[in-house]
């Protein structure tokens, strides 16, 4: 129950940065705009607002696909998001912060979906949450903890179908 609410709000908010990620802009030419390490052939577009991220292809005219690091920032300059992009799809380790700075959650990707591990933080910096993916289905264990550290829930999955609870 509380799982599935804090799993749906945690899909909600990866789609809406990822739609975010896709604003058109290029980012300001100013000092205060954090320069990406964009691969050749790609070019830095977005802004602090919207995130950065590098473009293949026409980056000026905003087509093409995001290749490279991204990152998206808070209206108070700390970073929100920061993951990295291959031929358009999240790929690899993102890392996803809370406005005072600290690690809210860490989700590995492959090809735009969930593919790894999942992992949710308390504000303490204690785990919440750490879930198993393969293509985007939870698979294997997936536990959730209190902020002391306790497991409080356990579960088994196989093809993002619960098969086993403790």
Request: net charge positive.
């Amino acid at each position: 129950m509380l799982h599935s609410k804090l799993t749906r709000t945690l899909i909600v908010g990866l789609t809406l940065a990822t739609s975010v990620a896709f604003a058109e802009g290029t980012a300001a030419s100013n000092s205060s705009t954090p320069k990406l390490a964009c691969p050749a052939g790609t070019m830095q577009t977005g802004n602090l607002n919207d995130g950065l991220y590098c473009r293949k292809g026409d980056a000026k005219a905003s087509r093409g696909d995001a290749h490279g690091p991204y990152a998206s920032y808070f209206p108070n300059g700390k970073k929100s998001a920061e993951g990295q992009y291959v031929d358009g799809f999240r790929t690899g380790l993102w890392t996803f912060y809370s406005e005072d700075g600290q690690v809210r959650g860490k989700t590995e990707f492959q090809g735009g979906n969930y593919h790894g591990k999942h992992v949710e933080y308390f504000p303490n910096g204690k785990q919440r949450l750490v879930e198993a993916f393969t293509n985007g289905k939870r698979n294997g264990l997936s536990q959730e903890f209190s902020e002391d550290g306790k497991i409080v829930r356990q579960a088994q999955y196989r093809d993002d179908q619960q098969v086993a609870e403790k």
